[in-house]
C-alpha cells in the first residue's frame, strides 16, 4: 500500500507541475502520469481490498466457534 501512495502522489506531482507550467506538458508526460496513477490507484484498491477480506476471515475464525459456523458438526457430534 505504501508503494502505490507513492505512486499515485508521484503521478499528481507531475499533472501539478506541468499545470504550473513548471515542466513542458506535452502528451507522452501526460500518459505518463496517468497510467502511472492507474497503476498505484489500482494496486491501492487491490490490497486495500484484500486486507479488509483477511481482517473479516481473521475476525470469523477467532470471534466465533466452529459449530456455530458450522451447524452439521453439532448434528454429526
Not at 513548471?22 to 501526460?30: G, I, K, T
Not at 473479516?56 to 457430534?77: G, Q, W
Amino acid at each position: 500500500m505504501f508503494y502505490s501512495s507513492i505512486l499515485v502522489i508521484a503521478a499528481w506531482l507531475v499533472v501539478f507541475l506541468m499545470v504550473t507550467k513548471a515542466v513542458e506538458p506535452n502528451y507522452l508526460l501526460s500518459f505518463l502520469a496517468y497510467a502511472v496513477f492507474l497503476i498505484g490507484f489500482t494496486v491501492g484498491m487491490v490490497s486495500a481490498f484484500t486486507h479488509v477480506q483477511r481482517e473479516k476471515k481473521a475476525f470469523k475464525e477467532n470471534y466465533f466457534p466452529d459449530d456455530v459456523r458450522n451447524p452439521r458438526k453439532i448434528e454429526d457430534n
